[in-house]
Every structure is written in C-alpha cells, then in structure tokens.
Nanobody, 126 residues
C-alpha cells in the first residue's frame, strides 16, 4: 500500500532552520506532484509548497516564499522542505501529500491530494 513518511520536525528557535523529508513507497513516485501542507492548532490545513512530478516547477504560499524551498529526488522517492528563517507563526504539523493532478490550481487544495503522510510537528520558539 502507499505510504508517505515525514521526518525532520522538531523544536527550533526563531530564525533557525529545519529540513523536512518525506519518503514515499507503494506508488510510482515520479508520476505525482508532491505538496507540503501545514496545520496549526485550531486552524484549517493550509498549502505551503508544491513541486511538479519532474521537479522543474515549484510554487509557494506567499508567507513562506523566499524562506522555504521544496525539492525532490525521484531516484530516492523522497521530497524535501528546507525551511529557513523560521518564525513562531510557522509552528504547525507539517504534512506531505501526493497528487496526480497536473494542473497547478487544484494542487493548492487538500482535497486534490490522493495520499497523505502522518505529519511531523514543527515548533518555533520566540
């Protein structure tokens, strides 16, 4: 069966960095665009970043643009999220997800994703 397993979360001070990883199995990884979403307590799950199946196209939510970088290694079936200049408002559970939707607009919405990881907690202290 399909599994997405996130790792790399933790506690970091404001201004620090973390690198999240998401290892995929049970699917043809290179056929899927991969997204990172996050959900803070009491809030809805929100889009953070997405990368195309080939890795040639990336899109970011405005609040993370310039600070976060999404990348993928199709040989390792892994997608990454490098997070720099972290802020307390970045505190959330971060989820990776896979979608076979090729159009960009649907990739901003959780309902467009076929598979989800279990999430990894990121806490940024002030």
């Amino acid at each position: 069966q399909v599994q997405l397993v996130e790792s790399g979360g933790g506690l970091v001070q404001a201004g620090g960095s973390l690198r999240l990883s998401c290892a995929a199995s049970g699917l043809t990884f290179s056929n899927y665009a991969m997204g990172w979403f996050r959900q803070a307590p009491g809030k809805e799950r929100e889009f953070a970043a997405v990368i195309s199946w080939s890795g040639t196209s990336t899109t970011y939510e405005d609040s993370v643009k310039g600070r976060f970088t999404i990348s993928r290694d199709n040989a390792k079936n892994t997608v990454y999220l490098q997070m720099n200049s972290l802020k307390p408002e970045d505190t959330a559970v971060y989820y990776c997800a896979a979608t076979n939707k090729r159009a960009l607009a649907p990739q901003f919405h959780p309902v467009s994703y076929d598979y989800w990881g279990q999430g990894t907690q990121v806490t940024v202290s002030s």
